[in-house]
């Protein structure tokens, strides 16, 4: 399967900062998704965004597909941003592989 | 629309027991997913579903079956639980696997002691 990476790890931001977030892919892809998931564990999409750039308020997200990355950028922090950043991809068969997330927490 | 639905919210199942972790969609999506979600880690996924009548495996598909009679709903079998499958399971939909998103239920967090 594609090998997805996710950098860093672990982010913690003071409210009112910026930062990018990095997904790495071993591989072509079909799609590449962005999400969200809360701590209270609800997981929502954020692009769908297999190549280009797409942006939405203080969200946006580049994929580069001819070199298998793709950023996030998340502008103006705020606590409500904080939880963990997955990206996803699908391969040629309909199949999805997860990176293992980026977990974020903004401060007050 | 309700969106997707998965029930129970929680369980606690013996080892070797069987359950039926329930998936229903309202949007009319012909894609339907299972994924698993370990402690810290990202989603794994472990069946999918074109359409009504079509499954295949995902990633990890061992230990679990899957059905697909209708375009709403997509359980999972647990058959033979064993501990190695406590984890928070996931159930998504989307209208197709190109240019849409997948929307994700609320979980099933599942303990097997």
């Known amino acids: 399967g594609i090998q997805v990476e996710q950098s860093p790890p672990d982010l913690i931001l003071q409210e009112g900062a910026n930062s990018t977030l990095r997904c790495n892919f071993s591989?072509?892809?079909?799609?590449l998704q962005w999400f969200h998931q809360n701590p209270w564990g609800q997981l929502i999409n954020l692009f769908y965004?297999?190549?280009g750039t797409k942006q939405n308020g203080r969200l946006s997200a580049t994929t580069v597909a001819t070199e298998r990355y793709s950023l996030l950028y998340i502008s103006s922090s705020q606590t409500t941003d904080s939880g963990v950043y997955f990206c996803?991809?699908?391969?040629?068969?309909?199949?999805?592989?997860f990176g293992s997330g980026t977990k974020l927490n903004v401060k007050p | 629309n309700a969106g997707v639905t998965q029930t129970p919210k929680f369980r606690i199942l013996k080892i070797g027991q069987s359950m039926t972790l329930q998936c229903t969609q309202d949007?009319?999506?012909?894609?339907m997913y299972w994924y698993r979600q370990d402690p810290g880690m990202g989603l794994k996924l472990i069946y999918y579903?074109?359409?009504?009548?079509?499954?295949d495996k995902g990633e990890v598909p061992n230990g679990y079956n899957v059905s697909r009679s209708t375009t709403e709903d997509f359980p999972l079998r647990l058959e033979l639980a064993a501990p190695s499958q406590t984890s928070v399971y996931f159930c998504?939909?989307?209208?197709?696997?190109?240019?849409?998103?997948?929307?994700f239920g609320p979980g099933t967090r599942l303990l097997v002691l």
């Open positions: 996803a991809v699908e391969d040629n068969f309909n199949k999805f592989y």
């Open positions: 949007m009319n999506h012909n894609y």
């Open positions: 579903s074109v359409g009504a009548g079509i499954t």
């Open positions: 965004i297999p190549s």
């Open positions: 998504a939909s989307s209208y197709s696997s190109l240019a849409e998103t997948q929307y």
């Open positions: 591989d072509s892809v079909n799609n």
